[in-house]
């Protein structure tokens, strides 16, 4: 179930609202000009299925997406297990970012928290299988798996060259809760 939590960036210990129907959540991020959508995400894949076969298996989704809003390149991020290559994973998105091209993130399995400012708002959206974020060029965000990470996404990029950020050095995502577990 998807969720939407709305923060003061200086009350993080309380919500300003929470939403829990996604045409609520749906309705709530696209004022702030975030996409929130729901894609069949069905597909029949092995728990450890490679990059390769997930873009297979994800195909005519991936072809629908790249027809409507012309991407240059896919690629898939799959973080499982808390092993140091996937802590180092985690730590990264969870320092504050943002990119120079919209964020869209197709999540095939697992679920991440993923909070994003607008002015001095934070919204935590919690996204999982069959959400199709899309999150507005320029925007500082973070994500958090949890401390036992399961999240595999498919990332569309309009940039040939993939996933590329800036970190702003801001620590304000230490202080927001984390994905609990
Ligand atoms: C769920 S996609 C993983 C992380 C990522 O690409 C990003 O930019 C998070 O903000
Ligand atoms: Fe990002
Ligand atoms: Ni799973």
Same mark, same amino acid.
Request: aromatic share 8%; with cysteine.
């Given at each position: 179930?998807?969720?939407?939590?709305?923060?003061?960036?200086?009350?993080?210990?309380?919500?300003?609202?929470? *939403?829990?129907?996604?045409?609520?959540? !749906? !309705?709530?991020?696209?004022?702030?000009?975030?996409? %929130?959508?729901?894609?069949?995400?069905?597909?029949? %894949?092995?728990?450890?299925?490679?990059?390769?076969?997930? %873009?297979?298996?994800?195909?005519?989704?991936?072809?629908?997406?790249?027809?409507?809003?012309?991407?240059?390149? !896919?690629?898939?991020?799959?973080?499982?297990? #808390?092993?140091?290559?996937?802590?180092? *994973?985690?730590?990264?998105?969870?320092?504050?970012?943002?990119?120079?091209?919209?964020?869209?993130? @197709?999540?095939?399995?697992?679920?991440? %928290?993923?909070?994003?400012?607008?002015?001095?708002?934070?919204?935590?959206?919690?996204?999982?299988?069959?959400?199709?974020?899309?999150?507005?060029?320029?925007?500082?965000?973070?994500?958090?798996?949890?401390?036992?990470?399961?999240?595999?996404?498919?990332?569309?990029?309009? #940039?040939?060259?993939?996933?590329?950020?800036? @970190?702003?050095?801001?620590?304000?995502?230490?202080?927001?809760?984390?994905?609990?577990?």
């Amino acid at each position: 179930m998807s969720v939407l939590s709305v923060y003061h960036q200086n009350r993080p210990e309380q919500p300003l609202k929470v *939403l829990t129907h996604h045409d609520d959540i !749906a !309705a709530t991020l696209a004022e702030a000009g975030v996409r %929130l959508e729901r894609l069949d995400a069905r597909a029949a %894949l092995d728990a450890d299925a490679g990059p390769d076969e997930v %873009l297979l298996a994800y195909r005519p989704q991936i072809d629908r997406l790249q027809a409507e809003r012309d991407f240059a390149s !896919a690629d898939v991020l799959r973080v499982t297990g #808390n092993d140091r290559q996937q802590n180092e *994973l985690r730590a990264r998105f969870l320092e504050e970012h943002r990119h120079a091209e919209d964020e869209v993130r @197709f999540i095939v399995a697992g679920r991440g %928290l993923f909070s994003l400012r607008f002015g001095e708002l934070v919204y935590a959206v919690l996204c999982e299988k069959g959400d199709l974020l899309t999150v507005p060029a320029g925007i500082r965000h973070w994500l958090d798996m949890g401390e036992h990470p399961h999240l595999v996404a498919i990332r569309l990029f309009r #940039n040939s060259e993939g996933w590329s950020a800036e @970190f702003t050095g801001d620590d304000i995502a230490s202080r927001f809760p984390r994905l609990e577990d």
